[in-house]
């Protein structure tokens, strides 16, 4: 069993800068690949970026150029630096990890808010 611990979310003006975390514990099993998707009151979840086992990313449209992620092995932890926010970018933010033995997990959230 996998336990994912988001962080880093919060309150930040349009234009500002945030890093969110996602801690991995509770398991000898390694992260393979990871991804962080996020969930806009009234909207559908949806994926922001993703990272694979080789560090090879993808970002959804909306994050390209601006939010950045990344992964410490080391520390089983994968980040999403998130520059130039908007208020469109409030939501809650989801950390999901595939590991070595493809089992997925996914983390509770952290709530990004962008003000205006």
């Known amino acids: 069993q996998v336990q994912l611990v988001e962080s880093g979310g919060g309150l930040v003006q349009a234009g500002g800068s945030l890093r969110l975390s996602c801690a991995a514990s509770?398991?000898?099993?390694?992260?393979?690949?990871a991804a962080w998707y996020r969930r806009a009151p009234g909207k559908q979840r949806e994926l922001v970026a993703g990272i694979r086992s080789d560090g090879s990313t993808n970002y959804a449209d909306f994050a390209k150029g601006r939010f950045t992620i990344s992964r410490d092995n080391a520390k089983n932890t994968v980040y999403l630096q998130m520059n130039s926010l908007k208020p469109e970018d409030t939501a809650s933010y989801y950390c999901t990890v595939r590991t070595n033995v493809g089992l997925n997990y996914w983390g509770r959230g952290t709530q990004v808010t962008v003000s205006s």
């Open positions: 509770g398991s000898s099993s390694s992260i393979n690949a």
